[in-house]
């Protein structure tokens, strides 16, 4: 029972979570009192939240009483040092702010470091991949009552928020108190733009008053200055998550991890990431036609939602393939498969070294795609579908480059994994990669510390 609630463990929170901001948006908009009612439903939320909390603070793990504002006694901040504060949410999100955490100390050996996640996910990465100094919580949910007690905690001098991370309390506590807030890797898609544009009234005071925005692509940045941000504080680049991206490779050893998933080192392994429902059955009728003439070809399918991990099983048996969950790998003697189905979080990037191609999910279906940069990085050829609006610039730059392939159907993905398996579809060495997609986390960490030896001076 214990490994169950630890395989989903968030799942209940975020499903709540996610019909109470789809709430939350439909009653806002017709509301005058925006701030008002937004503070209303974040109580809500918390109330209802709240007793799952405590059982999985209980059962597992005392840090999701953070959710709640409630934080272990006798740790750092009693001392009352002032902290830098980074928040993130996504996997992806997080290995950005880990190096610039690394970055920071590199300059800085003794400031105080904090750094706050949204989801189990990225806790388990920030767990295994965070320095030994860093302090590591989760947000609180952005109720009035709530976010000042992470302030009593954490005691930042500086607030630094990750790509689309805008929590209204969380900001506003920090403008009354003095503490200037950036937002780095800032990011807003077009669907997101128009959530957050039919909310202007809502957030353009916050934005307005944010000392620093740097964004993923001048796209990025219109947006956020149409929103109500200041035109002097919005200062356009590149994504910072590509150097965390790089910096992975240097932990990365294919041999080993080919005898850890039971591959053979004869294998021709085709990993599909992020895969969405409407996908998958797109994905087996193609890998079923591949199998019919390479009989080496092995299929990864990691599910973005792990709940939906039995349900893919199912799908690949009826259309007569053997499937292995990786759970089950982990635990039994059989090797035989036909489709490793990826239950387990923070493995995907080591998976994605292995394959002979890569397909990034999100994006045969409409929901607006996911980040192609994590397998192009490990210089696997990778494709997606048309639907990349999440990352559009990216997702061009990929395609202009000849890094990745654009992909719409069964045909189409099919003689892209032929290509591969040809070896018809070659890659830049690394340091070519590393060059191309040239990051700005030395500028923005440059931006970080000037503030912050201001604040903390």
């Not at 709240?50 to 603070?57: E, I, V």
């Not at 610039?100 to 800085?108: A, H, Q, S, T």
């Not at 009826?318 to 635990?331: D, H, Q, S, V, W």
Request: hydrophobic letters at 40%; glycine letters at 8%; aromatic letters at 8%.
């Amino acid at each position: 029972m214990k490994k169950s609630i630890s395989l989903y463990s968030g799942l209940y929170l975020m499903h709540v979570q996610r019909a109470m901001s789809s709430l939350l948006l439909s009653l806002i908009r017709k509301a005058g009192q925006l701030r008002f009612l937004y503070d209303v439903l974040s109580y809500l939320l918390a109330l209802m939240a709240a007793p799952y909390l405590m059982c999985k603070a209980i059962i597992s793990d005392r840090s999701y009483l953070n959710f709640l504002g409630l934080y272990r006694s006798g740790t750092r901040d009693s001392s009352g040092i002032r902290s830098i504060w980074i928040h993130a949410s996504s996997v992806g999100e997080v290995k950005a702010a880990l190096l610039l955490l690394e970055k920071i100390r590199e300059n800085d050996a003794t400031s105080r470091l904090v750094l706050t996640l949204f989801t189990p996910r990225g806790m388990k990465v920030a767990r295994e991949e965070a320095a030994p100094d860093i302090e590591l919580y989760y947000l609180p949910f952005d109720a009035p009552a709530i976010v000042p007690r992470a302030y009593r905690k954490f005691n930042p001098g500086l607030l630094i928020l990750t790509e689309t991370e805008l929590w209204p309390n969380l900001i506003g506590n920090s403008f009354s108190r003095g503490i200037p807030v950036m937002v780095v890797n800032g990011r807003l898609s077009d669907s997101g733009f128009s959530k957050y544009f039919s909310l202007k009234p809502l957030f353009a005071p916050l934005l307005n008053q944010i000392e620093y925005i740097h964004t993923q692509s001048t796209d990025d940045a219109e947006r956020y200055l149409k929103l109500g941000a200041r035109r002097e504080a919005v200062k356009s680049g590149d994504n910072i998550k590509i150097a965390g991206m790089f910096s992975s490779i240097q932990r990365f050893d294919r041999e080993a991890v080919i005898g850890e998933y039971r591959f053979s080192g004869s294998d021709r392994i085709i990993v599909c990431g992020s895969t969405r429902p409407g996908e998958e059955e797109i994905i087996l009728e193609a890998f079923k036609t591949i199998k019919s003439t390479r009989s080496d070809a092995k299929l990864i399918l990691a599910p973005r939602h792990l709940d939906r991990a039995g349900e893919i099983a199912e799908l690949v048996k009826r259309n007569g393939l053997i499937p292995m969950m990786r759970t089950a790998m982990k635990m039994s003697e059989h090797t035989e498969f036909d489709v490793l189905i990826l239950d387990t979080l923070g493995e995907l990037w080591k998976l994605y070294g292995i394959g002979v191609c890569a397909f990034v999910g999100g994006s045969l279906v409409p929901l607006g795609g996911h980040n192609p940069l994590e397998p192009i990085a490990l210089g696997v050829p990778t494709c997606f579908g048309p639907y990349m609006d999440n990352c559009r610039s990216l997702a061009d730059k990929c395609l202009t480059e000849n890094l990745a392939a654009q992909v719409g159907n069964e045909r189409e993905f099919v003689d892209f994994a032929d290509r591969c398996l040809k070896g018809e579809f070659t890659m830049p060495e690394t340091a070519r990669l590393e060059k191309m997609f040239s990051s700005d986390i030395d500028i923005v960490v440059g931006e970080i510390l000037k503030r912050w030896r201001v604040t903390n001076a």
